[in-house]
């Protein structure tokens, strides 16, 4: 099938110039002879009219040239179309580019597009508010909101915002409700994650994988502190890692586990962002998982690699 890509580009995000990327992305796709269409991203995140175009145009790709803001507001509006994505990464931070190993250099991330290596990834959701990377309350949503009022973008400035916060911090309530258990926890922040970081390749969640079917938890508690009225069904008897968990609520500041759906009680109203953007806080938030959602360009595993070459070489 001749592929036909559309470049949608967020003029917004980051810090850097996009002249240089269209011309790039003209000079790319000329050379392989690829159909392809520049547009704007919109700040309403409406791409409505593109499934109108991908329908009748026979779009095959779509390519977010931006950050994690740019990438959840695309795939939440197109994900249920039969189209491939692409991320070109261009924001602050850049999350989910780096969790699927998209090289930040634009040269390279479209190589690896061209290349056409396409992988599934999971997303979920959070009160029925779409969310494919990393999403969270308390402390880092607060960063969040207070980087979307600055005038400048960038690095530098989340960081400054970072700093800011980190000695203004104070811990919320919750209560984490799960299938098989409850606890209440005075906790700095909740993370939800599919990928295994917050952006530039700074590691929150270790064991996520975009391809496994859970969502991987992090909460970092106020130190010493955590109340542990829970609930515990008949069949968590015996349960050696509920054990663990329960053993590690009294001692670490830092809880770790992974599930596919989940129930978090506000108790203090924390601040709340989705995917590093700020978004209304609620009393309460259920999250769950979507299989699969949709398939993004990402290079080959290394171990896929070289299998690949090996069998290119007893072909030939």
């Known amino acids: 099938m001749q592929r036909k890509i559309v470049f949608l ?32 991203t919109n700040a309403a995140g409406d791409y409505e009219y593109l499934k109108y ?17 740019t990438v959840n507001r695309v795939v939440s509006s197109l994900y249920d179309t039969d189209v491939n994505f692409g991320i070109i990464p261009m924001g602050s931070g850049n999350g989910l580019a780096f969790g699927a ?30 969310s494919c990377m990393l999403s969270g309350l308390g402390f880092d949503a607060q960063v969040a909101h207070d980087f979307a009022n600055k005038a400048s973008r960038g ?34 922040f909740i993370s939800i994650a599919n990928s295994n970081q917050f952006g530039n390749h ?40 509920l054990q663990q968990f329960v053993e590690d609520m009294c001692q670490k500041n830092i809880l770790y586990f992974q599930a596919s759906s989940l129930t978090i009680r506000n108790l203090k109203l924390a601040p709340f962002h989705i995917d590093g953007e700020p978004a209304e806080t609620k009393e309460e938030f259920k999250i769950n998982l979507i299989r699969r959602c949709f398939k ?9 690699t070289k299998e690949k070459s090996k069998s290119e070489l007893v072909e030939n």
């Open 9 to 40: 580009i967020n003029p917004v995000s980051g810090s850097g110039k996009k002249d240089g990327i269209e011309k790039l992305i003209q000079q790319k796709a000329k050379a392989k002879s690829i159909d392809f269409e520049i547009l704007q």
């Open 53 to 69: 175009k991908i329908a009748k145009d026979g779009i095959t790709d779509v390519v977010m040239v931006g950050g994690d803001g």
């Open 101 to 130: 190993s998209i090289p930040k250099n634009p040269a390279k991330a479209l190589d690896v597009i061209f290349k056409g290596n396409v992988g599934f990834v999971d997303a979920f959701t959070i009160n029925d508010h779409f």
């Open 155 to 188: 690095l530098l400035t989340y960081t400054q915002q970072s700093l800011v916060q980190y000695f203004k911090a104070h811990p919320y309530q919750f209560q984490i409700v799960n299938d098989n258990f409850s606890f209440y926890t005075d906790a700095f």
């Open 202 to 241: 700074f590691t929150i969640a270790p064991k996520a994988d975009l391809d496994d079917g859970l969502l991987d938890i992090v909460i970092v508690q106020k130190m010493h502190k955590a109340k542990l009225p829970f609930a515990i069904l008949q069949q968590i008897r015996g349960n050696n890692d």
């Open 296 to 304: 993004l360009y990402m290079p080959l595993p290394k171990q896929e």
